[in-house]
């Protein structure tokens, strides 16, 4: 060949090769069709020199990755039971009527909390401020529902003030995250209670829900969570205290929608005896 | 164009190793750092006799059968480019008057240097790190392979020509 042809021909086929580059980057059909014909014409061979047995041992071996997958599967769906039934089975849902729900996404807010989205949505049934709970006690209530998920304002984030009752006596109160100017430092992850009345909580106290009309946002009696710590006295009316969240938010995965039952049969009237039970 | 002894030497030693490099080096236990280039000796020892042009039209060619051959590079056509390179910087080590031994090895150390480069480039580019450790031994087996098989292959290389089959 001349030594000019033979520059053409380097020129001509680098162009070329140039061209299915881009063609390639850019995502071209007709790449993967160069890529098809590498695979069609030399795979064959390279089984060959590979010496893939077609026998016992790899037959075998498949085997045990597919039942290794199947076990796996299936542990995920005992756990999910599992933790499904620890839920039915929780005393925050003895009585109402829930739809079960899986957390699928969390989104740390900037402004501290956060908030996590369920995999039900308006066609399962749940309605925006609803009470969401897990085993454990309050997660938070419903703010955005779509037809198939719905956001959560988590316990905790900025903005979310629940209504409570303390301790055995039952105190009103209120539970929010602690603000930036709250006087005294609380750990990470704890939410602040300040109370109404001119009371003091004790350390021990279970927090609940005081509940809502028509159990919206909140249903009552639903655990929020522990009296860990109690502000030292300096002269106010009402006692601030730090409340340990019952649920922990880092971990929350499997947990039920409330939905709100509204009271459509009037109350009847009682007589009261007198006598004490 | 009548297909010479040579060519046909040449193109089945390219598939062969292609083939060699992908498939049974590793399925023999070498680790993937360790696989010489063995495509690139083959495209240095023809450069090295015949030229620039004549290494660059080699690597190209050789490039495109070492993409084909699955696992398919991706992007595609990058190898070629990158060896055609290769191939042009061994081409440039050639000196029909002299017969010293030691220009072989040192073209295949400048083609492995340039192919290094053009695959550190890409996946800098791909994946914004390098594993350079891996890439440098891969460079050291590669010379040290071609010092063993160069000789041969230039040696066999002009026996052909001497008798007309290239």
Redesign the interface.
């Known amino acids: 060949?001349q030594?000019y042809a033979?520059?053409r021909?380097?020129v001509v086929?680098?162009s070329l090769?140039?061209a299915?580059?881009v063609a390639?980057?850019a995502g071209w059909a007709a790449?993967d069709g160069?890529?098809r014909?590498?695979?069609l014409?030399?795979?064959p061979?390279?089984r060959a020199?590979?010496?893939a047995p077609r026998d016992e041992i790899d037959a075998v071996e498949r085997e045990n990755v597919r039942l290794r997958s199947l076990v796996a599967e299936q542990e995920r769906q005992l756990d999910e039971a599992r933790r499904l039934g620890e839920l039915l089975g929780s005393d925050q849902t003895t009585g109402r009527t829930l739809v079960p729900a899986r957390v699928v996404a969390t989104v740390l807010s900037p402004l501290g909390g956060r908030s996590v989205t369920l995999d039900a949505g308006s066609r399962d049934g749940v309605r925006a401020d609803s009470s969401v709970v897990s085993a454990d006690g309050l997660v938070g209530r419903v703010v955005t529902v779509t037809p198939w998920t719905s956001d959560v304002q988590v316990l905790g984030s900025t903005g979310s003030v629940v209504a409570v009752r303390v301790g055995p006596t039952g105190t009103l109160g209120t539970v929010s995250s602690p603000a930036p100017g709250d006087s005294q430092p609380r750990p990470r992850g704890s939410l602040r209670l300040s109370l109404i009345a001119p009371a003091t909580p004790v350390v021990g106290d279970v927090v609940r829900t005081l509940g809502s009309v028509n159990e919206t946002p909140y249903a009552a009696g639903l655990r929020v969570g522990t009296v860990t710590a109690v502000d030292p006295d300096r002269g106010q009316v009402a006692r601030a205290a730090t409340v340990r969240p019952a649920v922990d938010v880092d971990a929350i995965d499997i947990v039920a929608v409330l939905v709100p039952s509204t009271r459509a049969v009037p109350r009847t009237e009682s007589t009261a005896t007198g006598r004490a039970q | 164009m009548r297909p010479t002894l040579l060519g046909v030497l040449r193109t089945a030693y390219v598939l062969v190793a292609a083939l060699f490099s992908a498939t049974l080096l590793p399925r023999l236990g070498v680790a993937p750092r360790w696989v010489p280039d063995l495509v690139l000796v083959g495209v240095v020892a023809t450069a090295v006799l015949r030229g620039p042009v004549h290494g660059a039209l080699a690597g190209l060619l050789a490039g495109w059968v070492a993409e084909l051959v699955p696992p398919v590079g991706s992007p595609l056509g990058l190898a070629p480019l990158v060896m055609m390179v290769g191939g042009l910087v061994g081409g440039l080590f050639r000196r029909p008057a002299s017969r010293s031994r030691l220009r072989a090895p040192a073209a295949l150390l400048a083609a492995a240097g340039v192919v290094l480069v053009g695959r550190l480039a890409s996946a800098v580019l791909a994946e914004g790190s390098v594993d350079l450790g891996g890439s440098v031994m891969r460079l050291a087996s590669t010379v040290a392979v071609g010092v063993l098989l160069l000789p041969a292959f230039v040696a066999l290389d002009r026996a052909l020509v001497r008798r007309r089959l290239g």
Request: hydrophobic letters at 55%; aromatic letters at 0%.
């Open positions: 060949m030594p033979r520059r021909l380097l086929l680098a090769t140039l299915l580059l390639d980057l790449a160069v890529r014909v590498g695979g014409a030399l795979g061979v390279q020199l590979s010496g």
